[in-house]
């Protein structure tokens, strides 16, 4: 089976632009959760998606939104990049009552 | 609200030493209780969990963690660590049977010397 997979790997953008994140969840998992990773620090919940409605948002401006399709796939969004925002971006999904979460290899982001 | 706290933010170990990587969380609800492994560039992996049932979890790897709910702490330890230990590690807490968020700590970065 194939584990939770992240697309792209790398991504440079400019202050301003925009950016959409991919990930593709373990096949039967309905729950996808999106972290932001800054160098040295725990991921930080950033979404939690199940059954494509969104059941949680961290503490993130309004900048940040996602979404998840009826494959149970999803797509997290960034408007208005800030140097800030230049992390790894981590997608896990979860089994039903989040006994464990499986993460995909992350995207790293670079705004310049 | 969860939050979980990792005491150490480095830790040095000889090769072939024992560890222990500590973490304590709190939380007025039951969790669960989890060690996830980040090697460099790469996401997240789990160690190992507990749920429920007996306090002494074993994981991948030779590592073993300790459930104490009086302490509220979920200590991680290895009896001989190796060369490719060299890694971060995250403890983290999810509300029990909820489809919720995970927790995580600020990492505990474990560094092996020679």
């Known amino acids: 089976d194939a584990g939770v997979t992240q697309s792209p790997t790398h991504l440079i953008k400019t202050r301003g632009q925009q950016v959409t994140l991919r990930c593709s969840p373990i096949?039967?998992?309905?729950?996808v959760s999106w972290y932001q990773q800054v160098l040295g620090q725990g991921p930080q919940f950033i979404f939690q998606?199940?059954?494509?409605?969104?059941?949680g948002r961290g503490n993130f401006p309004d900048r940040f939104s996602a979404r998840q399709f009826p494959n149970y796939s999803s797509e997290l969004n960034v408007n208005a990049l800030l140097l800030g925002d230049s992390a790894l971006y981590l997608c896990?999904?979860?089994?039903?009552?989040?006994?464990?979460?499986?993460f995909g290899q992350g995207t790293r982001l670079t705004v310049v | 609200a969860q939050s979980v706290t990792q005491l150490d933010s480095q830790v040095p170990v000889f090769e072939e030493a024992p560890v222990e990587l500590r973490c304590n969380y709190s939380?007025?609800?039951?969790?669960?209780l989890f060690w996830y492994v980040q090697y460099p560039n790469q996401g997240l992996q789990l160690l190992l969990k507990?749920?429920?049932?007996?306090?002494l979890v074993k994981g991948i790897n030779g590592f073993e963690a300790e459930f104490n709910k009086s302490q509220t702490s979920f200590h991680l330890r290895k009896p001989s660590v190796h060369i490719s230990d060299t890694a971060e590690y995250f403890c983290?807490?999810?509300?029990?049977?909820?489809?919720?968020?995970?927790?995580f700590g600020k990492g505990t970065r474990l560094h092996i010397l020679p």
């Open positions: 096949s039967g998992h309905k729950s």
């Open positions: 507990y749920l429920s049932g007996s306090t």
């Open positions: 939380s007025s609800v039951s969790v669960y």
């Open positions: 998606y199940y059954e494509k409605e969104e059941r």
């Open positions: 983290a807490v999810s509300r029990m049977n909820r489809d919720d968020k995970i927790i």
């Open positions: 896990a999904s979860s089994p039903p009552r989040n006994t464990e979460a499986f």
